[in-house]
Every structure is written in structure tokens, then in C-alpha cells.
């Protein structure tokens, strides 16, 4: 595994691209795809893309082609009334302005969504009920179910269940089935289940 190289913290990652088209990280001396590229975006790692041979810096194109890769692969994102009026601004005299007012905006919104989180994330951990709903919700179903499997009901439990309401009503009349010998149990053990999810999903509003 190549080992990466030691650079400047701050510094944006090199990545080179060659006329193949083949995109070279300089820092782990390896090659990697546009899809690597956008992951690194996701990731806000800064990174410059430079032309192997003439050193120019293509940026700006590279991430134009990772966003017509992602618009072409059906995660659309950009409404069609959105890019005409990009499109329109071309060659307009506000044409130079557009650019700083774009990245204004979108920084705008990335700090939003981000305190939005932040103020979400801090209200569960603040709060008991919250964390009790976000958190022991999933382990509470699992031990249900794994109490259900170790039950000597299980059987009956699982048929009584996929049979739905309908099927318990049949199941009742028909003296041949197990459950009629322990309906009573059956219909407390759902009842118990139904009282305490009804308590989990207080919890989880």
C-alpha cells in the first residue's frame, strides 16, 4: 500500500491528470476516479487538480464533469428552471458577478444546515426522552423478538401474528389449532407488547 506523503497542514492535496484522463493523488501516490474526487468534496478535503503536462490548474473543469456525472446518473439535483437562468446569465453584464454571489449563497446555506444539525443533535442529547426514543428504541425490538424466539410460544406467536387479525378470529373457532389451547396468554403477551410500543413511539414523537 502506498504510504502518503508528508505535506504542509492547510495545504490542498495535487492531484495530477494525465492526457488518459487517469487523475494521480500526489499525496498517496495513487491513481483515483472522479468518484474518489467528489467523495473527497463531500468530505470538505481541499484538493487542486492540475494538468500533468502543462501544470495548468483544470479545477474548475473537474468539477464541473463530477457534477454532469452526478445530474447524468439520476441523483438530479439542479431544477431545469434553475440552469436556464444560469445559462442566461452568460454573456449578461451581471455575468461577473454571479460567480461571487453564487459561493456567497451556498456558504450561506452550508452554515444554516449545519447549526440546524448541531441544534437538533444538541436537543437529543439534552434531552433524556430523546435519547432514550433515538437510542433504545432498535435495542428494545430486538430483545422483543429474541424473547419471542427462546418463547416455547414462538411458534404460535409468529403464526398467530401472520395471520393478522382475520387469521386470529378463524384461529379462535378452530378447536384444532394450539392457539385455542393458549389464547388467553397470547392475547396478554400482545397486549403487554402493544402497551410498552405504544410507550416507545410517546417517546420517539
Do not use: C, W
Not at 53 to 81: C, Y
Not at 83 to 94: D, F, H, P
Amino acid at each position: 500500500m502506498a504510504k502518503s506523503k508528508n505535506i504542509n497542514p492547510g495545504d490542498p492535496i495535487i492531484i495530477k491528470k494525465y492526457a488518459n484522463r487517469r487523475l494521480y493523488n500526489t499525496q498517496t501516490s495513487s491513481y483515483i476516479t472522479l468518484d474518489f474526487l467528489a467523495e473527497m468534496t463531500r468530505n470538505d478535503q481541499d484538493f487542486v487538480v492540475v494538468d500533468a503536462k502543462t501544470g495548468e490548474d483544470i479545477t474548475h473543469n473537474v468539477l464541473t464533469q463530477i457534477i454532469v456525472d452526478e445530474e447524468s446518473s439520476g441523483k438530479q439535483m439542479l431544477p431545469v428552471k434553475f440552469l436556464r437562468q444560469l445559462i442566461s446569465m452568460y454573456g449578461n453584464s451581471m455575468q461577473s458577478l454571479m460567480p461571487s454571489y453564487l459561493e456567497a449563497s451556498m456558504d450561506n446555506f452550508r452554515k444554516n444546515q449545519k447549526q440546524f444539525q448541531e441544534a437538533v443533535e444538541g436537543a437529543l442529547n439534552k434531552n433524556p426522552l430523546g435519547q432514550m426514543a433515538v437510542k433504545n428504541q432498535k435495542q428494545f425490538q430486538e430483545a422483543v423478538e429474541n424473547a419471542l424466539k427462546a418463547s416455547p410460544l414462538a411458534g404460535v406467536f409468529e403464526k398467530a401474528l401472520s395471520r393478522g387479525q382475520n387469521g386470529s378470529a378463524e384461529a379462535e373457532n378452530d378447536s384444532s389449532e394450539e392457539l385455542s389451547d393458549k389464547d388467553a396468554e397470547i392475547k396478554a403477551l400482545k397486549k403487554q407488547l402493544a402497551d410498552i410500543q405504544s410507550k416507545i413511539d410517546k417517546l420517539d414523537s
